[in-house]
């Protein structure tokens, strides 16, 4: 979905606020419910001649904040008491019955539409609305550098101890590890990384990688047998995705309304493609020394692997891997769908795993 174009005169003498452009934090925008139809009260004369926001331009657009500004008839203005933006509205557009909510929200999304609709109070509480403006559809920006490194510092500060680990591993229901034989080389093939995550990463939608796990039990030291993505487990020594010739970066840092927190890491073998994207894009790690995941020399000169305790791992491998290279079977416990990351929106309230970008 493109920017919307800013061909026209952003200074209108027309606009509501005089010429002046609004420069919205996403954190500070009211949204509306759009459930239901119009009202049928005796006020829908009024709402009726309520004007619609016209030639609506978006520019200054970063992760959570935009810059707006739109015409109006100046004659109505002044029966204007509320102008909203809704965020999410997709279907239903004719829909103007709503509860006013003065709550604080922050875009959890790329591809943005917005619309907008003006209210004027009445006497009773209630709002007489107009008809919604046509949609604007908007990118919000990527993540920069400096704020992956905010992200990176605030992953750090929860990651806790470091536990010992010897296998990646990687759970899908059985037909993908069939069409991995038959129809792929018998390699698992990189994939477009989904959206889940944090709404400004620069990976999702881009990256391509097989994403592989490497958490294990407190008490066995051991992958757990529990899984939401299928029953049948790939796992592969560490060594063959993590060594001394793999670079290591700080992908994101999330959760998704739960008191479980994920950290995306990339994997990918030095001057491969998949390190000259990361490369440009995320925080790179130090392999023998960081807070989430370590290879280094051993007492007896053998690779030590480590992950953080207090974080769920999501390593995303930017290589094809060849299924000789592990073993495949089928675990004991349960398929835990409820816990799927997959396209997994989050929580835009968390303080522990949210950054403040906004203009």
């Not at 920017?3 to 925008?29: D, F, R, W, Y």
């Not at 998704?256 to 890491?265: D, K, R, W």
């Not at 409820?338 to 835009?348: M, R």
């Amino acid at each position: 979905m493109e920017v919307p174009s800013l061909g026209h005169n952003i200074g209108s003498p027309t606009s509501p606020c005089e010429g002046m452009v609004k420069n919205l934090s996403l954190e500070a925008i009211q949204l509306c419910d759009r459930d239901g139809n119009k009202s049928q009260d005796s006020g829908i004369a009024e709402m009726e001649e309520l004007p619609v926001p016209q030639n609506i331009k978006i520019n200054n657009i970063t992760c959570d904040s935009f810059k707006i500004c739109w015409d109006m008839d100046p004659k109505s203005r002044e029966r204007i008491t509320h102008y909203f933006i809704d965020l999410n509205k997709k279907e239903n557009k004719n829909s103007n019955k709503f509860k006013h909510k003065d709550v604080p929200t922050k875009l959890v999304a790329k591809a943005v539409p917005l619309p907008m609709t003006t209210a004027s109070k009445q006497s009773d509480g209630d709002y007489a609305v107009s008809e919604w403006s046509e949609i604007n559809g908007f990118c919000t920006a990527d993540y920069s550098p400096v704020h992956l490194t905010q992200l990176l510092e605030k992953a750090e500060v929860i990651s806790g101890r470091m536990l010992k680990f010897s296998v990646f591993y990687r759970n899908q229901h059985k037909e993908y590890f069939d069409q991995a034989r038959s129809t792929q080389g018998n390699r698992m093939l990189p994939t477009v990384k989904d959206n889940s995550g944090s709404h400004g990463s620069p990976i999702s939608g881009k990256l391509e990688g097989v994403v592989f796990s490497c958490n294990t039990e407190f008490n066995t030291g051991k992958p757990a047998q529990d899984s939401p993505y299928g029953r049948f487990r790939f796992e592969i020594d560490a060594a063959a995705l993590f060594n001394p010739k793999t670079s290591l970066y700080f992908g994101d840092f999330y959760c998704m309304y739960t008191a479980y927190h994920y950290v995306i890491l990339v994997l990918a073998p030095q001057g491969s493609p998949g390190d000259d994207f990361c490369k440009q894009r995320l925080p790179a790690l130090d392999v023998a020394d960081n807070r989430f995941l370590t290879c280094a020399e051993g007492e007896d000169g053998g690779l030590v692997f480590h992950h953080a305790q207090d974080v769920i791992l999501e390593v995303i491998y930017t290589d094809p891997v060849d299924l000789a290279l592990g073993s495949l079977a089928e675990i004991s416990g349960h398929q835990l769908m409820s816990l799927s990351t997959v396209n997994a929106k989050k929580d835009p309230s968390c303080k522990t795993c949210n950054i403040s970008v906004g203009r």
